[in-house]
Nanobody, 125 residues
Framework: QVHLVESGGGLVQAGGSLRLSCAAS????????MAWFRRAPGKERDFVSA????????YSADSVKGRFAISRDNTKNTVYLQMNSPKPEDTGVYYC??????????????????WGQGTQVTVSS
C-alpha cells in the first residue's frame, strides 16, 4: 500500500516557478514508478511526467517538455515537479500517482494504482 500527499501548490505568475512535492509512505516507494497528472477545469485528468523507480529515466508530455522537470529523492520518499515558466493553461489540480512497478511509459490514469488528493496550481497571466 502506498499513501501519497501532494503539497506546494498555489498561485504563480506566468513565467515564474513553482515546485510541487509528493510525499509517499509505504515500503515499495523505491521500487515504484511515479508520475504527475493534472486536471484542468472542465477537462479530463492528463498525464504530465513520469519517473522510474531509480530516477534515471523520465518521460514527459510534449506540452511541458523543456519547462517542467520531474525528480525524486528515494531517501526522503518524495517526488517533485519543478514547474518553470508556467503558462495560464497549466492551471489545474495536480495529482501524484504511483505504479506497482518501475515502468514509466504509461500515460493513462487507469494505469496507476495509487493517487494523492491533489494540489491546486493557478497560473495568472
Amino acid at each position: 500500500q502506498v499513501h501519497l500527499v501532494e503539497s506546494g501548490g498555489g498561485l504563480v505568475q506566468a513565467g515564474g516557478s513553482l515546485r510541487l512535492s509528493c510525499a509517499a509512505s509505504g515500503s515499495t516507494f523505491s521500487s515504484s514508478a511515479m508520475a504527475w497528472f493534472r486536471r484542468a477545469p472542465g477537462k479530463e485528468r492528463d498525464f504530465v511526467s513520469a519517473i522510474s523507480a531509480g530516477g534515471g529515466r523520465t518521460y514527459s508530455a510534449d506540452s511541458v517538455k523543456g519547462r517542467f522537470a520531474i525528480s525524486r529523492d528515494n531517501t526522503k520518499n518524495t517526488v517533485y515537479l519543478q514547474m518553470n515558466s508556467p503558462k495560464p493553461e497549466d492551471t489545474g489540480v495536480y495529482y501524484c500517482a504511483a505504479r506497482d512497478d518501475s515502468y514509466i511509459y504509461y500515460r493513462r490514469p487507469g494505469e496507476y494504482r495509487y493517487w494523492g488528493q491533489g494540489t491546486q496550481v493557478t497560473v495568472s497571466s
